[in-house]
Structures are given as structure tokens and as C-alpha cells.
T-cell receptor, first 107, second 113 residues
Framework: AQRVTQPEKLLSVFKGAPVELKCNYS??????LFWYVQYSRQRLQLLLR??SRESIKGFTADLNKGETSFHLKKPFAQEEDSAMYYC?????????FGEGTQLTVNP | DSGVTQTPKHLITATGQRVTLRCSPR?????VYWYQQSLDQGLQFLIQ???????AKGNILERFSAQQFPDLHSELNLSSLELGDSALYFC????????????FGEGSWLTVV
């Protein structure tokens, strides 16, 4: 079964520090991967889509097929980055979210 | 604004009752998805419709049902409500069936008392 794993439920960093939110997937084909962000139980907002290779709000994510990972990174975290982050995979007929990582950026 | 509209935003009802949540997808989107987000279980995929037909089914209880109408709006019906059904219910939409970015509505907060 397709799975998306976010090993860290909680991640806390200080403002200005680098941050990496981990995501691993198990789909054996060509995955379609996204990162979504949710601020304070509001709607989920698309942050990144792997095929677009964009940088949004300073975040980037690279698909590593060898490690089956799609980690989200930002070199300098800001307090407004505090939110819940979900890795999402849509290949095939299943639409699979990871369990989410709550990021807290401390002043 | 994602373009996905959900009503009502908040709903409080008693156990055993039935409610209907409504979702209007983004203009041009044919797929509608329903997700449940509760405090203890995270985001759970419930069901997907594509152009009026059920496309994929997740962890949807038998007490719950959904449909997508010809105008592409969708309704999620929750019946015989239990306290544990209290959650944030999200609707999302996308252009196609799979391999598309999906856009979320603001959710409907359901509280069962």
C-alpha cells in the first residue's frame, strides 16, 4: 500500500535556524508529491509541488528517488512559519497525506 | 482564497442527528474530495467524486454518505451522529482524477454534543 511517512510529529527550532521537515514515501512508481501547510486549523494551502521545483516562502523540497524522500527545507526559519505541514502523495487511486509535522519557530 | 466554498462554517448538533455539509468546487474542477480532520486522527481521506461518479473511497463510515451533483457541487451527509464525529471536515477539488494539485476549502467545523 502506498504510504507517506512524516517521522516527526513535532519540530521546534529557533528563529533564523535551518529547518528540515522529513517526508518519505513508499510508492514504487513515479510519485506526485506535494507539501501543504495549515495555519491554526485553517484550510490547507498548497506550499510546493515537486514537479514545479519552485521556492515558496523560502521553502524548497527535492525529490530523492533513491531515498524515496521529499524533505522540506528552509535555511532560515521565521516565526510566521509556525504551522502544521503535511506531505501529500497522489499517485494512483489513493490520496495519501502524511500524519503531519507541527513546526514551532521560537523567537 | 482557494475558490473552494464550504457551508456551513460551523455547526453544533446533538448525538443521533443528521447533518449535511455542502461544497462548491473551484470553477472548472471536476473532482471533489472530502477529508475529516480530528484532533486525535489527523487528516483522514473519506471519499472522492469525479464528474458525478464515485472515484475513490477511504475511511468513510457507513453512517456517512456523499454525492456529487450535475452542477459538480457535492454534499457530505453524516447521520446518527456520535460525539467522536466532532471534527473539521474539509472539501477539496482538482481538475482531474489524479496527479493534480488539489485545493482545499476552509472547512466545516462540526461539534456533536
Amino acid at each position: 500500500a502506498q504510504r507517506v511517512t512524516q517521522p516527526e510529529k513535532l519540530l521546534s527550532v529557533f528563529k533564523g535556524a535551518p529547518v528540515e521537515l522529513k517526508c518519505n514515501y513508499s510508492y514504487s512508481g513515479s510519485p506526485e508529491l506535494f507539501w501543504y501547510v495549515q495555519y491554526s486549523r485553517q484550510r490547507l494551502q498548497l506550499l510546493l509541488r515537486h514537479i514545479s521545483r519552485e521556492s515558496i516562502k523560502g521553502f524548497t523540497a527535492d525529490l530523492n528517488k533513491g531515498e524515496t524522500s521529499f524533505h522540506l527545507k528552509k535555511p532560515f526559519a521565521q516565526e510566521e512559519d509556525s504551522a502544521m505541514y503535511y506531505c501529500f502523495e497522489t499517485s494512483g487511486s489513493r490520496l495519501t497525506f502524511g500524519e503531519g509535522t507541527q513546526l514551532t519557530v521560537n523567537p | 482564497d482557494s475558490g473552494v466554498t464550504q457551508t456551513p462554517k460551523h455547526l453544533i448538533t446533538a448525538t443521533g442527528q443528521r447533518v449535511t455539509l455542502r461544497c462548491s468546487p473551484r470553477s472548472g474542477d471536476l473532482s471533489v474530495y472530502w477529508y475529516q480532520q480530528s484532533l486525535d486522527q489527523g487528516l483522514q481521506f473519506l471519499i472522492q467524486y469525479y464528474n458525478g461518479e464515485e472515484r475513490a473511497k477511504g475511511n468513510i463510515l457507513e453512517r456517512f454518505s456523499a454525492q456529487q451533483f450535475p452542477d459538480l457541487h457535492s454534499e457530505l451527509n453524516l447521520s446518527s451522529l456520535e460525539l467522536g464525529d466532532s471534527a473539521l471536515y474539509f472539501c477539496a477539488s482538482s481538475v482531474g482524477q489524479t496527479l493534480n494539485t488539489i485545493y482545499f476549502g476552509e472547512g466545516s467545523w462540526l461539534t456533536v454534543v
